[in-house]
């Protein structure tokens, strides 16, 4: 995903949306090193336990005017070396966890629009747990941010929708609600017609600049029913949308082995469906409508409440995602 050349430490951010930025550390803080008596690029490279593949052009790009013909190292030279770790950045996330290593490339060449429900004036679904209340927003937009951290993580492009400049991922089983969230940058609109319009051109708009060959819509949300109505997570997509149904299954299948390890007594009864929702009618790319569960059920918002299990929620997300990531790259 990071094409640029790399520094010690490549700083990756998604401000607004996603754009890149790259901050450069000065010439001192690399490591140095002379090349020994004939030993050309690519032995130097593998010295230094770098990939000649990877980092030739970075380690060219980094010591302009150090080399003779054909890029050969000169002896009287001392090189700047390149690392081969490199740091994302992404302040959405919080001070606590902005910086954060890339860890994989398992998903390079997707990308992905999360888009989370409700916001700005709307807070969505509201449930009571003791003295508190639980607002919908909040919660979806914790779990889409866990999600967006595991996809850049591992190598994707992930636009943010909806967004929140202060809130950051939070681990208090009770996160304050505020109406400040934006989209693509811009206020969003009271009113639900406008609300679904604003994000869907969003996605769109971004769907078109973006060239990967892999490109999904995740859409979250919290239902409300009965308090007495415990619920799995389920899953919609667009009944003309075979990719739709296929992901949304690979999600589904992932929930049903992972309640299967982790609690095989309690069993899983989490849906498939086809709805006429306006974001999965309306948004370019295949999109996938989740529901993580009842807010109005204490047992469901033991699903919500505690970090532990909003991140096993985005976790499970990602290894759906992941899977069905593989499944197309294989045809």
Request: one cysteine or more; a positive charge; hydrophobic letters at 30%.
């Amino acid at each position: 995903m990071i094409t640029t050349i790399a520094k010690r430490h490549i700083i990756f951010g998604l401000f607004l949306i996603c754009n890149t930025i790259l901050i450069a550390q000065s010439n001192n803080e690399y490591e140095t090193d002379k090349p020994k008596a004939g030993e050309g690029l690519h032995s130097f490279l593998v010295r230094h336990n770098l990939s000649p593949k990877e980092h030739k052009q970075t380690f060219i790009e980094l010591n302009k005017g150090k080399f003779g013909k054909n890029n050969s190292l000169l002896a009287h030279h001392t090189y700047l070396i390149p690392s081969s770790e490199i740091e994302l950045f992404q302040p959405l996330f919080g001070v606590d966890r902005e910086r954060f290593p890339l860890e994989s490339n398992t998903l390079k060449g997707s990308s992905f629009y999360l888009v989370t429900g409700h916001g700005g004036p709307d807070p969505g679904a509201i449930g009571n747990y003791g003295s508190h209340e639980l607002h919908e927003d909040e919660y979806a937009y914790d779990i889409t941010l866990r999600l967006a951290k595991k996809l850049l993580e591992n190598g994707a492009k992930v636009h943010l929708i909806i967004q929140d400049e202060d809130d950051g991922i939070r681990d208090k089983q009770i996160l304050r609600y505020d109406n400040h969230e934006t989209c693509g940058g811009k206020e969003i609109p009271l009113d639900q017609n406008q609300r679904l319009k604003q994000r869907t051109t969003e996605v769109n708009k971004l769907y078109k600049q973006d060239t990967e060959a892999y490109r999904r819509c995740l859409i979250i949300h919290l239902d409300s029913r009965s308090k007495r109505k415990q619920i799995d997570v389920f899953f919609y997509h667009h009944k003309r949308s075979k990719s739709g149904k296929k992901l949304a299954g690979q999600l589904r299948d992932t929930f049903d082995e992972k309640y299967r390890k982790h609690q095989p007594s309690r069993g899983f009864s989490g849906t498939v469906n086809t709805r006429n929702l306006y974001l999965l009618r309306n948004t370019t790319p295949v999109s996938v409508f989740i529901e993580l569960g009842n807010i109005q059920n204490y047992r469901d918002q033991q699903r919500f409440v505690k970090a532990d299990n909003r991140q096993a929620l985005a976790n499970w997300l990602y290894e759906g995602i992941k899977k069905d990531f593989e499944r197309n790259n294989k045809k």
